[in-house]
């Protein structure tokens, strides 16, 4: 099953998105993800990551649950804040050394001393 985000509404410091799974026979279903926005601010995850999580936390659910209405909790929260942490971590470690800063004569060589 494929989702598609169909839009978000604020709700009293949540806020709920709305997909929409399209089934292999073309059948539409609604589903909706409740995330806590107070709770995401401890765990640093971003605005604009949550359609992401909250799409992911639908494809990972039981395929035979009829559940069409999910709380994004604070568990998988703290998991995708350890993961996020280790990937930094990783991609931080791959990153080439800097460059060294460039000398105070830099040009020197090819300009013309001026004269005072």
């Known amino acids: 099953m494929q989702f598609v985000l169909t839009g978000f509404t604020p709700d009293k410091g949540f806020r709920v998105f709305a997909f929409e799974g399209v089934d ?11 995330v806590d926005l107070a709770i995401i ?10 359609p992401l999580l909250c799409r992911s ?10 559940l069409r209405e999910l709380t994004f909790s604070e568990d998988e929260m703290s ?7 280790v990937a930094r ?6 990153r ?3 460059r060294k ?5 830099a040009g020197s060589a090819w300009r013309v001393p001026t004269l005072n």
């Not at 601010?41 to 949550?50: A, H, K, P, S, V």
């Not at 990972?60 to 009829?66: L, Q, T």
């Not at 998991?79 to 942490?85: L, S």
């Not at 800063?101 to 004569?105: A, I």
Request: net charge positive; aromatic share 6%.
């Open 24 to 34: 292999e026979d073309r059948v539409r279903t609604n589903y909706t993800v409740r």
């Open 41 to 50: 601010r401890t765990y640093g995850i971003r605005m604009q990551d949550l």
């Open 57 to 66: 936390l639908l494809e990972r659910r039981d395929a035979v649950s009829e």
């Open 79 to 85: 998991i995708f804040a350890k993961e996020g942490q």
């Open 89 to 94: 971590d990783a991609a931080a470690q791959k």
């Open 96 to 98: 080439k050394p800097p």
């Open 101 to 105: 800063p460039p000398v105070e004569n």
